[in-house]
């Protein structure tokens, strides 16, 4: 016979075994899809895009930064309608409709075909990411999401690997129904984007309530360990009343009664009531302005606005960069490969290790030096050598802050609709650094492009520096509620409660509510 607290491991342990079986690889392969259609740009560029479409001067970087434009501009609405239109149907959606752009892209002749491609390209994949970060916050445990993120993050360090091996294959399809090769990697990478949408749709279920493949009794308990995870959500349909007795849980499990005073405070700092946020919150726009002012969306917003410089630089700009090494053709695609190797393993290491410490700034602060380590030497390197050593540093430093800093807001945001506003924002914030990226790496600067690591370094730094920051932010606010400098927070709560003014749970100003480092 099992004792309660095995037969509750067991059965963890299988619902996360189905989730990770049934939601992570479809996930993983729209986000391989993401990055391989994004940076194939790169590929195509070295196989003759810029000649064929008559590109001059910086038009290609011009062409690479209008994508932002219409990318951030979508995002956070994206994230609002979600919940309304079922994110098992919006995401492969929008993978559906930038895969058909991208098979487009293939018929483009001149600089204007390419401006608005890439315009439609950013308006159809601006909602994937802060979409699909949202979704795996409704599905796992706010300590379990990291791993998570990391897997189908892991995919875009592959992304770069298969993206070279793809278009070193694709590109000897040169001539073939008189199509130069870089329009065949783009009818074929987008039409498997296409067909990997559709079949998304098949598998992605839309909550833990509608997974067809978890029983009645495991629906039941994901929901609950759903709930007792977000631990500080006052039940919105009855509001604790002052001077009241409300049976609470600690994060542990364990119930007890708390005594609430007169004044709404609570006797412990570590008591909270808990609810399923995602299941009957209403949308408000307070809850969205709350996700606005958040100070760590913004900390964390620019410094993964320091992060994507390097990151979108990396993978738009690599094959480039090899080609300046005295690499060429297929051999210059073929050594775009072996820095992602690296990157992918430790994506996934870190990310179990961060989940298994609940740390997540601290890892970035660890994992960015060896980014900074590497521009330095691509910056001093003498030989073709130090310098192909150098990708390798800066790929393993900044793969794997990446999901570290995607999982600290929706850690460290609770209410649905709070979150979905500050993992939007963030990316939409972090993603303007695409802008620099594009313009980072010009043609004037080969084969050393000193000017664009130089760049890429400065906000890889300035990226450290936030994450010190909102890592000691954190610090300092969970020792405030820990000594119960935050317990006004109940009261202030209740009077919106009661004036009408809101209908949202407590979330995350529940003094007894912990930050993620």
């Not at 995602?278 to 969306?297: A, P, Y």
């Amino acid at each position: 016979m099992l004792t309660p607290g095995e037969s509750d491991r067991a059965i963890t342990k299988r619902i996360l075994w189905k989730l990770d079986c049934h939601v992570l690889p479809p996930l993983a392969l729209l986000w391989l899809a993401n990055f391989i259609d994004r940076s194939n740009v790169g590929n195509a560029r070295i196989a003759g895009l810029e000649r064929d479409a008559h590109l001059h001067g910086n038009q290609f970087n011009t062409a690479l930064a209008v994508f932002y434009v219409t990318y951030l501009l979508v995002e956070v609405p994206s994230n609002v309608v979600l919940k309304k239109m079922r994110p098992n149907r919006w995401i492969p959606l929008l993978v559906l409709l930038w895969g058909t752009v991208t098979t487009l892209t293939a018929l483009v002749q001149n600089f204007g075909g390419l401006l608005a491609i890439r315009l439609f390209l950013g308006l159809c994949e601006g909602g994937l990411l802060p979409g699909i970060i949202l979704y795996l916050s409704t599905l796992y445990k706010r300590h379990e999401l990291q791993l998570r993120v990391g897997i189908f993050y892991a995919s875009a360090s592959l992304s770069g690997a298969f993206g070279g091996l793809l278009a070193t294959a694709i590109i000897k399809m040169d001539g073939v129904g008189g199509l130069a090769g870089w329009r065949w990697i783009y009818i074929l990478e987008g039409i498997a984007t296409v067909l990997l949408s559709i079949v998304a749709t098949f598998f992605l279920p839309a909550d833990i309530s509608s997974a067809h493949f978890l029983t009645s009794e495991e629906k039941t308990f994901a929901l609950r360990r759903l709930s007792n995870d977000i631990t500080h959500d006052v039940n919105v349909s009855e509001p604790p009343s002052r001077g009241s007795e409300t049976a609470i849980e600690v994060e542990k499990g364990e119930e007890v009664k708390i005594e609430t005073t007169s004044h709404g405070h609570r006797g412990s700092p570590d008591a909270f009531v808990s609810k399923n946020e995602n299941q009957d919150e209403q949308f408000e726009w307070r809850e969205v302005w709350r996700g606005i002012v958040d100070i760590q969306t913004w900390l964390t917003g620019f410094a993964y606005f320091g992060l994507i410089v390097s990151l979108y630089s990396y993978s738009l700009f690599l094959p480039t960069i090899v080609s300046g090494l005295g690499y060429t053709g297929g051999a210059a695609q073929l050594h775009t490969v072996p820095p992602y190797v690296p990157a992918a393993v430790l994506t996934i290491v870190i990310a179990f290790l961060s989940d298994r410490l609940k740390w997540r700034g601290p890892f970035i602060l660890i994992c960015l030096p060896f980014a900074i380590i590497g521009y330095i030497i691509a910056i001093t390197a003498e030989t073709n050598t130090a310098r192909y050593i150098a990708v390798f540093f800066m790929a393993a430093g900044v793969y794997p802050s990446g999901p570290s800093i995607l999982s600290i807001l929706p850690n460290n945001s609770s209410g649905h609709y709070k979150k979905a506003t500050t993992t939007a924002l963030q990316l939409a914030i972090a993603n303007s650094g695409g802008f620099v990226a594009t313009f980072a790496y010009t043609p004037d600067q080969a084969p050393k492009y000193i000017r664009g690591h130089t760049i890429a370094l400065a906000f890889i730094i300035l990226a450290w520096v936030l994450i010190a920051v909102n890592v000691a932010y954190c610090m300092w606010e969970n020792k405030a509620r820990r000594e119960g400098r935050r317990q006004g927070n109940i009261e202030k709560y209740q009077n919106l409660w009661e004036s009408g003014r809101t209908k949202a749970p407590i979330g995350d100003r529940h003094p007894s509510f912990r930050y993620t480092l």
